[in-house]
Antibody
Framework: QVQLQESGPGLVKPSETLSLTCAVS?????????WAWIRQPPGMGLEWIGS???????HYTPSLKSRVTILVDTSKNHLSLRLSSVTATDTAMYYC?????????????WGQGTMVIVSS | DIQMTQSPSSLSASVGDRVTITCRAS??????LNWYRQKPGKAPELLIY???SLQRAVPSRFSGSGSGTDFTLSISSLQPDDFATYYC??????????FGQGTNVEIK
């Protein structure tokens, strides 16, 4: 059974870097899927942040591209998210998800999410 | 960017009702359309992919249809578990995957 578990600090100061980890169990992160980060501000909708494939090629949403880095650690079978220069608008629930490579590239398995608040 | 617009933004319904939610794309996306359900306080879960294919283990009361710019998600008989927010997501514009704003299904 594939499971994803996000972790990281729940509180980040403005202008600092947000760093999150997603531990993947039951599936090798180097196998044939994208691995994605998606966020959801309180009371709002879903925003795709970015995806990484087999620890190599990455895709980021244009509005965050200059501040986002997604990496894979194959030895730990986890992916990470770094978002620099955060502001209050980055306050959100952050989800990691597995994303199909073929077809409609649906996000088929999600972690439970981790809440990040940006505040001094 | 391809914009996804859902309607209605919210609706009230009773257990056993048939419910239909619409998603419209700002340009043709063929059948590159997925639907998700998000229960309160939980992560989203995939219901339908490729506009009309039911994801494994998803109840058959859910169905999807459409192509091009207009899509629908239908729930044939609303269950207590279905009071949630539903999102459509386009995957035609790769790699820029976008979601609709959501439709909240509330208890009448």
């Amino acid at each position: 059974q594939v499971q994803l578990q996000e972790s990281g600090p729940g509180l980040v100061k403005p202008s600092e870097t947000l760093s999150l980890t997603c531990a993947v169990s039951g599936y090798s992160i180097t196998s044939g899927y994208y691995w994605a980060w998606i966020r959801q501000p309180p009371g709002m909708g879903l925003e795709w942040i970015g995806s990484i494939y087999r620890g190599g090629s990455t895709h980021y949403t244009p509005s965050l591209k200059s501040r986002v880095t997604i990496l894979v650690d194959t030895s730990k079978n986890h992916l990470s998210l770094r978002l620099s220069s955060v502001t209050a608008t980055d306050t959100a629930m952050y989800y990691c998800a597995r994303q199909a490579v073929a077809g409609t590239k649906a996000f088929d398995i999600w972690g439970q999410g981790t809440m990040v608040i940006v505040s001094s | 960017d391809i914009q996804m617009t859902q309607s209605p933004s919210s609706l009230s319904a009773s257990v056993g009702d048939r419910v239909t939610i619409t998603c419209r794309a700002s340009q043709s996306i063929s059948t590159y359309l997925n639907w998700y359900r998000q229960k309160p306080g939980k992560a989203p879960e995939l219901l339908i992919y490729a506009a009309s294919s039911l994801q494994r283990a998803v109840p058959s009361r859910f169905s999807g249809s459409g192509s091009g710019t207009d899509f629908t998600l239908s729930i044939s008989s609303l269950q207590p578990d279905d009071f949630a927010t539903y999102y459509c997501q386009q995957s035609y514009s790769t790699p820029s995957w976008t979601f609709g704003q959501g439709t909240n299904v509330e208890i009448k």
